[in-house]
């Protein structure tokens, strides 16, 4: 046990350190091989496009989400912006009758702003990243149903002071999620750049690794003459913006302003982003391992869906891989580096 | 390391068996239910057919208060309930005190005694935990206040409970949808286990499907979370891409046909599957006229006239009529022809519409001044 002392991440060959590495994958692909044997169809371009498709909203946010874990924690507020996102679009398409690219850049301002006050919060008044952003998604959530007086804004309703809505969902707005180029939806090109700029930005950028060292030890990084501050504060404004934008497809999916959408997308978003702790045994939060998070989550969701298994088990296969991911993050090998979260 | 993890499957195997053991010590005592237990509900002999007396009773009618214990009334559909009722006491006199929990059931249970204490000539109790209101009832009906309950499963047999006529919902809904598709079809069953009134439905279905060979299952999901369309919608998705030859899809209710509707246009079927759903509001009423909408018709009672049904009925109770212990409203058929070809689009201009959506025989009397509910 106490042998492989030598570098955390290039100890010896072991069977515990190829399944650490490897494991999400593998049992990912073992999934994927039973299930396109089990269900016909399974194996197809188009269900691995409804894959993509049905996991861009929570990954995207999960995207942003990963960012905030690498300089802090997570941010539970993402649900709620997305939630939000929807909300602001149906408020102003719907309620007022403006045009789609309106929609758009309203939802961005809201995310950016939610994720400002995020910052704010963390930053500089210190409280802990968690909380603050528990508060936040608390505050988010009741103020998307304030501005709708809890109702879900559809076109040709009734508003309590008499006047009739006439606005509707733009076509522009309706073909981010609804419209396919290559047989391809353009939400899923949308998320595939997310995810490119993600990683480009994390790996391959000075920027990225001052990520990382902010939050490996902020102290030494602020020593090395990192701004510390300037990228913590960064990292949450960037996720309310990601998130905003998982919920400008969302509400291009449901072409309607539902009070209640997006709440599901957080937990979904934890799971992808904790899942991505154990993809190639990088056990800190990683671009990359969000994205095969996502994907391993959207394999298994569509597969047990499509065998018709009801929700609720779902909800329980869906935490019992999180647990299974954060074994092989935390558990499995003594020695690691300490990038994880407290 | 690898000890490490061994046992810690072990621990987890002990585990798993001790709650298995667990569960066999308690499985035995029967199917489910606890029998004998307080709180229980009491069997209800229906009484549909009911008609108050020609003449006014001697009871309160001039000035009268009603008390309206509601679980929420915000949204659409509960602000319509709402309105009915109360445009209905009115019309007849009578005052209303509204106690809106907001969905907060431990508010609406301490708003109930504030109610008691009020001393109203009678209460409505609107939605609720029917453990929560339960005792409430019991001491409001000790107290001499009669109780008017609408969709709550309480004990006491005293008070009255209305509900819509689930039954009748599902057969309304399912008897069109043969009759549009004489040859059959392969349907996706949208519907979530454990909530009493989509039960309900889920047992006409399946008998519908024993009676009708005709008719297959393909597909069956639904997602009941705090967001039911969006997430069902996602579920959808991924089961429709599994049966990509369905072409019919029966929704237990109009959330869950919302997430159907999503659900078929992010796969492209819209053209190719005919949706048949429950309930009725100005949105539902918005999908189904949509251009290409998929949603062939629904089965629904108007929630204004249900909430001006329940408001007689609490006023024949103030009145001293001795009321039924339960009463079902049944539903009509909306279908998409009718609302496109009336140029409908939103629930007042239903109304007018679909004359069978009110009815005003239901619990009328002379002495209860007719209303419009939700004009």
């Known amino acids: ?342 | 390391m690898k000890s490490k993890a061994l046992r810690l499957i072990a621990l987890a195997a002990i585990a798993a068996t001790a709650l298995v053991g667990c569960a066999q010590n308690t499985g035995d005592a029967g199917s489910g239910q606890q029998p004998g237990a307080a709180g229980q509900p009491c069997d209800r002999t229906v009484a549909n057919d009911v008609t108050l007396p020609t003449d006014k009773p001697s009871g309160p009618t001039d000035g009268f208060t009603v008390a309206m214990v509601r679980q929420s009334g915000v949204g659409d559909y509960f602000e319509q309930w709402g309105n009915g009722a109360t445009k209905q006491i009115k019309a007849a006199g009578g005052q209303v005190d509204v106690y809106d929990a907001r969905g907060d059931n431990a508010r609406q249970v301490a708003q109930f005694n504030d109610a008691i204490s009020a001393r109203p000539d009678v209460i409505i109790v609107d939605h609720g935990l029917a453990d929560s209101v339960n005792p409430k009832i019991d001491e409001a009906i000790s107290n001499g206040i009669p109780v008017v309950v609408y969709d709550v499963n309480i004990a006491n047999c005293e008070a009255m409970y209305i509900s819509q006529d689930d039954t009748s919902i599902a057969t309304e809904i399912l008897d069109y949808l043969k009759q549009e598709n004489p040859d059959g079809g392969k349907i996706a069953y949208v519907n979530v286990s454990g909530i009493a009134p989509l039960d309900s439905r889920d047992a006409v279905y399946q008998q519908f499907l024993k009676d009708n060979p005709q008719f297959t299952q393909v597909a069956h999901f639904g997602k009941y979370s705090e967001s039911v369309a969006s997430d069902t919608a996602t579920e959808g998705a991924a089961a429709l891409k599994a049966s990509p030859d369905t072409t019919l899809a029966f929704a237990a209710y109009d959330e869950l046909a919302k997430g159907t509707l999503i659900a078929l246009r992010q796969n492209n079927m819209s053209d190719k599957v005919k949706v048949y759903g429950v309930d009725i509001s100005t949105a539902d009423i918005q999908l189904m006229t949509e251009p290409g909408s998929p949603w062939r018709a629904t089965a629904a009672t108007d929630p204004a006239n249900v909430g001006a049904i329940v408001a007689r009925a609490a006023i024949a109770a103030a009145s001293g009529v001795d009321m039924p212990e339960k009463m079902t409203i049944p539903a009509a058929l909306i279908t998409q022809d009718m609302l496109r070809e009336q140029g409908v689009t939103n629930m007042d201009e239903l109304r007018a519409a679909l004359p069978d959506l009110a009815t005003p025989e239901l619990l009328g009397a002379p002495w209860i001044p007719q209303v419009q509910p939700g004009v």
């Open chain 1, 1 to 342: 046990m106490t042998a492989q002392v030598s570098v955390g991440e290039r100890a010896a060959f072991s069977v515990t350190d190829f399944f650490v590495r490897y494991g999400v994958v593998l049992v990912g692909l073992l999934v994927a091989i039973v299930f396109s044997v089990v269900i016909p169809g399974f194996a197809t371009v188009d269900n691995a496009v409804s894959i993509l498709q049905t996991q861009a909203v929570a990954a995207i946010a999960a995207l942003g989400m990963t960012l905030t874990a690498i300089v802090g924690d997570l941010d539970l507020s993402v649900g709620a912006v997305a939630g939000l996102s929807v909300t602001v679009a149906a408020v102003v398409m719907i309620r007022f009758a403006l045009t789609g690219p309106t929609a758009i850049v309203a939802c961005l301002i809201a995310g950016a702003v939610v994720g400002c006050v995020n910052a704010i919060l963390i930053v500089w008044l210190s409280v802990p990243p968690l909380l603050a952003t528990l508060g936040t998604m608390f505050t988010v959530q009741g103020l998307k149903r304030w501005l709708v007086d809890g109702q879900t804004l559809i076109t040709g309703m009734t508003l309590p002071d008499g006047t009739r809505v006439e606005g509707r969902f733009t076509d522009d707005f309706a073909a981010i999620d609804g419209t396919q180029v290559l047989g391809i939806p353009l939400s899923v090109y949308l998320f595939v750049l997310i995810a490119v700029l993600a990683w480009v930005f994390l790996e391959r950028t000075r920027y990225g690794r001052v990520f990382y060292a902010v939050g490996g030890n902020a102290e030494a990084a602020r020593l090395a003459g990192a701004r510390v501050r300037r990228y913590q504060f960064t990292a949450y404004a960037i996720s309310g913006v990601l998130a905003a934008i998982a919920g400008i497809i969302l509400a291009s999916r449901l072409r309607q302003g539902d009070v209640t959408a997006g709440d599901s997308a957080l937990l979904d978003a934890v799971a992808m982003t904790l899942v991505g702790y154990a993809v190639l045994g990088a056990k800190k939060p990683n671009a990359l391992g969000t994205v095969i998070g996502a994907v391993f989550i959207g394999l298994i969701l569509q597969g047990l869906t499509q065998l018709g298994l009801p929700y609720y088990t779902q909800d329980l296969i869906k935490g019992l891989v999180l647990i299974f991911a954060l074994l092989m993050s935390f558990s499995l090998r003594r020695r690691r580096r300490r990038f994880a979260a407290h």
